[in-house]
């Protein structure tokens, strides 16, 4: 079992920037990728971001590329998601999630809670 624990979600008015945080516990040495997702009511959660756990090869969706970056510290079985130039568009809960590479939900095993992310001024 994987447990992950999400941090860093708020308000923050358009243009801004926030920092969020996935800490992973139990047997992460089994997972091959840290991916982040989102969901807003009534929609599919959608693909955001991803890293690979030995290679640190990244993966963004289209919407976020150039203004997020996905990044880990290993030693702190730690991965983080910055997001500069938010948009209200960028409004949803975020999700981290861990398993083998794949851009849709379904494909990762373990998920945290969410942390809500709204971008409003």
């Known amino acids: 079992q994987v447990q992950l624990v999400e941090s860093g979600g708020g308000r923050v008015e358009p243009g801004g920037s926030l920092r969020l945080s996935c800490v992973a516990s139990?047997?992460?040495?089994?997972?091959?990728?840290m991916a982040w997702f989102r969901q807003v009511p009534g929609k599919e959660r959608e693909f955001v971001s991803a890293?690979?756990?030995?290679?640190?090869?990244?993966y963004y969706s289209d919407s976020v590329k150039g203004r997020f970056t996905t990044s880990r510290d290993n030693a702190k079985n730690t991965v983080y998601l910055q997001m500069n130039r938010l948009q209200p568009e960028d409004t949803a809960v975020y999700y981290c999630?861990?398993?083998?590479?794949?851009?849709?939900?379904?494909?990762?095993?373990?998920w945290g809670k969410g942390t809500q992310v709204t971008v409003s001024s």
């Open positions: 139990g047997r992460t040495f089994g997972t091959l990728v």
């Open positions: 999630a861990a398993g083998p590479l794949g851009y849709y939900a379904a494909e990762y095993d373990y």
């Open positions: 890293i690979h756990w030995q290679d640190f090869n990244t």
